[in-house]
């Protein structure tokens, strides 16, 4: 149990932090840009002009990849992960008949300084080193050979998603080095420390958590706790205070060096997923439409699913024809309440595709128990054909494509829902409408501004 509470802590923290770090996208508009990586509180730009090594650029500050990963323990971990997913797959590319020296070089700094690599298992003729990153695409070099990602044998729905949470992390690591730098310097100029500088001229006033406020946390998050669950409720009081001071060092930073920012060599994944248009719920492409599509691997009915679906209402409407959404329903075999919605929402956007919008927001705000007169019930209230659903979900219509979806999903690798994919980025589990929209900035024409 305790263990268990740890896990969603350290869970609710690091979405905490990738909430406060990708804030500013409140709004979308069309305009072109550079690669944004992050805004707030400080802009840092993908530049591909920084010296081999260099990682990240602030002013006269230059960071490597290693003297990052050092600042942070889920660094160290992605890192780790990312180098034996390299590893393991260089080794099947290899296949059968390699019994001498296999030399690997791979194209990333050591999860940590004297890294033994006989923690990856792989046996002792592999012969591993490290090397800068570099900005060709090429991932390792295996006996004289350079390779793409696209030329292993990964699994690269799970390799996206953890190369996104990699960017995430990194990207608050640097955002809290950076606005430190700054919090430093201006406490120079007034002749005081940062705490001094915090105290006088930021948080001026003791930070107030109300019960209210952690309540209000955790609805937002999806987080279902009972009343016994002091210990949690304390961390979550904790993680919330954290919040109201980051929001306000924030605020204050991003106002006092509106014009300040940061270049690093790193940019959101590049691999292009594949993604087919035949297996979504998804509108046709027009001849107008030069906005991207995204894809939405969810089920109805699972709390982080429940919260996604207002964002994507919320950008569906923002957005209109700018983009298209892609739905491919995804949920446990067994459970019939999410079968019945999946069916019935083909039935719905055979009638018309609106439909079927209006049924997932109508069904995931839905409080009572999903049963079959609440769907029927549903779907008369958003005004669909009755007796032309009713036909549709008796015969059991489109209960194939239900399966093949369920079956397309797990061809790609894609396990939990939510999952969305933007472009060449996976999120998972809480996803937020600033990811999304961010993600979006990046692969296209629109851009994510306030």
């Given at each position: ?6 896990s969603?802590v350290?869970?609710l923290v ?20 550079p ?32 003297g ?16 034996k ?9 290899l ?10 070089e ?43 990602r ?41 002749g ?10 930021i ?26 669950e ?19 060092l ?12 940061a ?21 046709q ?6 906005g991207?599509?995204?894809f ?11 919260k ?9 409407q ?18 019939w ?32 128990e ?15 054909d ?19 979806q ?14 969305v ?7 998972t ?10 993600a ?11």
């Open positions: 149990m305790i263990k268990m509470i740890v969603l350290a869970a690091t979405l905490l932090v990738v909430i406060l770090v990708f804030k500013p996208f409140e709004k979308a508009k069309l305009a072109q840009g690669v944004v990586i992050a805004e707030v509180p400080l802009r840092i730009e993908y530049s591909p002009d920084l010296k081999e090594g260099v990682f990240a650029q602030f002013g006269d500050l230059e960071l490597s990849e290693s990052v990963i050092e600042k942070s323990k889920s660094l160290e971990d992605y890192q780790e992960r990312e180098l997913a390299l590893a393991e797959a260089a080794l099947k590319k296949g059968a008949g390699g019994d001498g020296a296999i030399n690997l791979v194209f990333m700094a050591p999860p940590m300084a004297e890294y033994d690599t006989s923690r990856l298992g792989l046996g002792k003729n592999l012969n591993l080193t490290f090397s800068p990153r570099r900005q060709d695409g090429k991932v390792i070099n295996l006996n004289g050979n350079l390779l793409e696209k030329d292993l044998p990964l699994n690269q729905i799970r390799f996206s998603e953890l190369k996104t949470q990699q960017l995430q992390e990194a990207v608050n690591v640097l955002q809290s080095v950076f606005s430190r730098q700054l919090l430093l310097k201006k406490a120079k100029e007034n005081t420390n940062i705490e001094q500088l915090i105290k006088t001229q948080i001026k006033e003791e930070l107030v958590v109300t019960d209210q406020d952690v309540d209000q946390f955790i609805a937002d998050k999806g987080v279902s706790i009972g009343p016994g002091k210990r949690l409720r304390a961390q979550l009081h904790a993680i919330v205070l954290e919040n109201k001071r980051k929001e306000m924030d605020a204050y930073v991003q106002s006092a060096f509106a014009n300040e920012m270049k690093v060599g790193f940019k959101p994944p590049t691999y292009a997923i594949p993604l087919s248009d035949n297996q979504a719920l998804i509108r492409r027009t001849d107008k439409d030069k991207p599509a995204f939405v691997f969810s089920d109805f009915m699972c709390s982080p699913c429940v996604l679906a207002a964002d994507l209402m919320s950008i569906r923002e957005l209109q024809d700018k983009v298209r959404i892609g739905f491919v329903h995804l949920f446990s075999e067994g459970n309440q999410s079968r019945l919605l999946a069916e019935a929402s083909f039935c719905l956007n055979f009638q018309r595709p609106e439909l079927f919008w209006a049924f997932y927001e109508r069904a995931t705000k839905e409080t009572e999903i049963s079959e007169e609440k769907i029927h019930e549903m779907a008369r209230e958003i005004g669909a009755h007796d032309n659903f009713q036909s549709c979900m008796i015969k059991q219509t489109f209960k194939a494509e239900v399966d093949n369920l079956k397309y999903a797990q061809d790609l690798g894609v396990t939990t829902p939510p999952t994919i933007v472009g060449h980025e996976v999120f589990g809480s996803v937020s409408r600033d990811q999304i929209l961010r979006l900035s990046n692969q296209s024409s629109i851009q994510a501004g306030k």
